[in-house]
């Protein structure tokens, strides 16, 4: 035992920093057990360079490596009423918002700057799974509808990364409502004619994919992202069946044609900017040519760096379509 263990928690605590793990000078790669120096990973945008496993970042970071230059403007949304329901398990609702509002700094599960992606205006909202697991609440529901009429009021591209276990259950229905909510936001981003696009990160699961994260104009994914409705162990003991390798991972939903493309990490921006060039140019045409043309030509970029596109008819892309 160590004379550390000695000291008194609350003392421990004072000279706890926040995320201990990310302070530590090296870190295990999950997917391959190799150990990292913390500042090459960071240099590496927090991918693994011998395995290529995209690990989690903060939104910070991800907003830093998508705007240009890095520079961007957080965007507000209105506060939602807290703890509807008074709602309580093995500690109060308030109680664990005020948590998880201090370890992130943020008010819940979804921030969105503003800023130019490749110099094309857009506005981009980030969900952080650190903050409860980025559940949809009333709250997250409130900033992608503030996301969206930015998006509109702007004339820009909306872009979401989401990141979610689902729906938010200590707002019970109210969370679940959150899923039409999010679609008419959707709808009206879609009216406006402007381009909406997903990127899909690890894990997206729950109502959010059965909403707002799976009615992009063009839908990208981290390699490796767990993407699903429900988990694979209850769609197992439901049909009875076991499930094939690397079922609900981005690469197999692309195959699939549920994701239209698997972008690594240190192409995503380069790949959005070109999205959105592509996207707005031909914003005044109708929605579905748009995408299609954009996923063909962010394919055709990505040749280098990624397999070769697969022969599935990719939604909401028509292959047969595209290839007349
Ligand atoms: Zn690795």
């Given at each position: 035992m160590s004379w550390l263990s000695n000291i008194p928690p609350g003392i421990k605590n004072i000279f706890r920093r926040e995320d201990d793990g990310k302070d530590a000078l090296w870190s295990k790669c999950p997917g391959c057990g190799e150990m990292i120096f913390q500042r090459d990973l960071e240099a590496a945008r927090y991918v693994c360079p011998s395995c290529n496993h995209h690990m989690a970042i903060t939104p910070e970071e991800r907003l830093a490596l998508i705007f240009d230059d890095g520079a961007y403007e957080a965007v507000e949304a209105p506060e939602p009423v807290t703890d509807p329901l008074k709602f309580r398990d093995e500690k109060r609702y308030t109680d664990r918002l005020r948590e998880n509002r201090r370890k992130t700094g943020q008010p819940d599960a979804m921030q969105i700057a503003v800023g130019a992606v490749g110099g094309a205006e857009a506005v981009v909202a980030v969900q952080n799974f650190r903050f409860m697991g980025g559940s949809m609440g009333m709250a997250l529901g409130e900033v992608l509808v503030k996301a969206a009429e930015e998006a509109v009021a702007r004339r820009a591209a909306l872009i979401v990364f989401a990141a979610s276990g689902g729906a938010r259950m200590q707002e019970g229905i109210l969370s679940l409502m959150q899923m039409p909510r999010t679609t008419v936001a959707v709808d009206m981003v879609r009216e406006a004619r402007l381009p909406y696009i997903v990127v899909l990160t690890n894990p997206t699961t729950g109502g959010v994919t059965a909403s707002y994260a799976m009615l992009g104009d063009v839908h990208l994914a981290e390699p490796g992202a767990l993407i699903g409705f429900a988990g694979p162990r209850v769609i197992e003991q439901t049909i009875r069946e076991k499930l094939p390798e690397g079922f609900q991972r981005a690469e197999f939903l692309e195959e699939k044609g549920m994701v239209d493309l698997v972008v690594h990490r240190h192409e995503l921006k380069d790949t959005l900017s070109r999205l959105i060039r592509v996207l707005m140019k031909k914003h005044r045409q109708p929605a579905k040519p748009q995408a299609e043309e954009a996923v063909k030509e962010a394919e055709a970029d990505n040749v280098a760096t990624l397999?070769?596109?697969?022969?599935m008819p990719s939604s909401p892309v028509n292959l047969d379509k595209a290839a007349e």
């Open positions: 397999e070769p596109p697969k022969a």
